[in-house]
């Protein structure tokens, strides 16, 4: 995005859509980026932590903001850097959010936390690895956002988590599991099959926006 700005004419009609979409996914990146100085409290022994896992189901690429695995339990993170106030309408299933004066709907990470919980245990099936639980999180990561629920229930606040509370949420959920699932040594099969069967992402900014060579500046 950054290389496709400083390239191409400020007269081009596309310019102002790439920025918005940069921008989109500059507030994305930040936001995953901050969950790690929270993360870095938890025991290098117990749990191994992995960013922007891509796995396939068979049917669909899936994308994983944050992954914690230990030889308990795994937490699949799906991580939002949100701002303003958000209100979660559980009966509907969507969340709204006003800022600066505006109301928008935004995609619902607890839906979409739950989708990967499922589309993970499809993904242990098909390379036959043993079940594990799989607890989901949807982090706002953005620490002033202030959130609110229509119809509050448990499964909301056992899902839903600020940035930084993330330490005493996972200790909480550790201390739901007595004993192992996985044995040191499954645990670290697990961790390597999760980097090999990586599905790369290909990216062409080009094709993306549908632009011609010739409208890139050149040096």
């Not at 920025?19 to 100085?37: I, N, T, V, W």
């Not at 290098?44 to 891509?54: N, Q, S």
């Not at 958000?86 to 800022?99: E, G, S, Y």
């Not at 629920?149 to 330490?167: C, G, R, W």
Request: aromatic share 10%; proline share 5%.
């Amino acid at each position: 995005y950054e290389a496709i700005l400083n390239r191409i004419d400020q007269a081009n009609p596309k310019k102002s859509l790439i920025e918005s979409d940069y921008r989109k996914y500059e507030a994305g990146f930040r936001g995953e980026m901050s969950s790690d100085y929270p993360l870095s409290f938890l025991d290098e022994k117990k749990y191994y932590i992995f960013h922007e896992l891509r796995l396939s189901d068979g049917k669909h690429v899936f994308q994983i903001d944050t992954f914690l695995l230990s030889e308990k339990f795994c937490v699949i993170g799906e991580i939002k850097n949100y701002s303003g106030t958000l209100i979660f309408d559980l009966p509907m299933n969507q969340l709204i959010r006003t800022f600066n004066g505006n109301e928008e709907a935004l995609p619902n990470p607890i839906t979409q936390v739950k989708r990967h919980v499922r589309q993970f245990q499809t993904w242990l099936k098909i390379n036959k690895l043993p079940e594990i639980p799989i607890e989901p999180l949807a982090i706002i990561s953005n620490d002033k956002a202030v959130i609110k629920v229509n119809a509050p229930n448990y499964e909301f606040y056992q899902i839903v988590s600020k940035n930084m509370d993330l330490p005493a949420k996972i200790a909480k959920l550790e201390a739901n599991y007595k004993n192992s699932i996985l044995s040191p040594r499954e645990l670290k099969k697990l961790s390597r099959k999760l980097l090999v069967k990586q599905v790369p992402e290909e990216k062409n900014i080009l094709q993306k926006y549908r632009l011609a060579e010739q409208e890139i500046i050149k040096g």
